[in-house]
């Protein structure tokens, strides 16, 4: 079998991408991602049509949404007058400028607790 071939498992009812082989059993993994399993090597099947299909239907549905308007939020603005404020902002701009979006995110964060703390509203 290679690696990625889709098959069913009657053992769980369900479609896994095949990994590799460890003993007597086969590895498969949900279809798009997560933890896996084994199943017995001898009884699983290539997955139909059908079932590929509804495999698929289902990781689309349970994948996380990221792109709804309520997790964009504006970037935390620098307080006037503060160094540490100042500092944090302008490591944003330097992991913008070199489009580094984890260096960006984590001065946001910072940004944020900073204010909290230092600058209660």
Known sequence: MEPGTLLYDPATDTVGEY???????ALLRPVGGG???QADAESLRPATDQERMSAGVRAANYRP???APFLVTAAPQPAPDCARCAELAGLRATARTAIDYSVETDANVLLRKHRSEAHPA
């Not at 990994?19 to 059993?25: L, S, T, V, W």
């Open 19 to 25: 990994q590799d082989k460890a003993g007597p059993y």
């Open 65 to 67: 949404r990221t792109d």
């Open 35 to 37: 933890r896996e399993w």
